[in-house]
């Protein structure tokens, strides 16, 4: 069985967010989608795939 690979928060982030996952959460918090505070630490490919969507229609 596969283990759901989560990510590991923007601030935390190896490559120092500066990436497409990166790029959606600070585009979510631009548009105050998401808090400033979230760093989406332990979300899993779902949840930034939904966020980027939003993002996108924004």
Do not use: H
Request: proline letters at 5%; hydrophobic letters at 30%; glycine letters at 12%.
């Amino acid at each position: 069985m596969e283990k759901t690979k989560c990510y590991s928060g923007i601030d935390k982030d190896p490559t120092g967010a500066m990436n497409p996952t990166g790029n959606i959460i600070r585009d979510g918090w631009l548009f105050g989608i998401i808090p400033e505070t979230e760093t989406c630490e332990g979300w899993t490919l779902q949840g930034i795939d939904t966020l980027y969507d939003k993002v996108s229609l924004e």
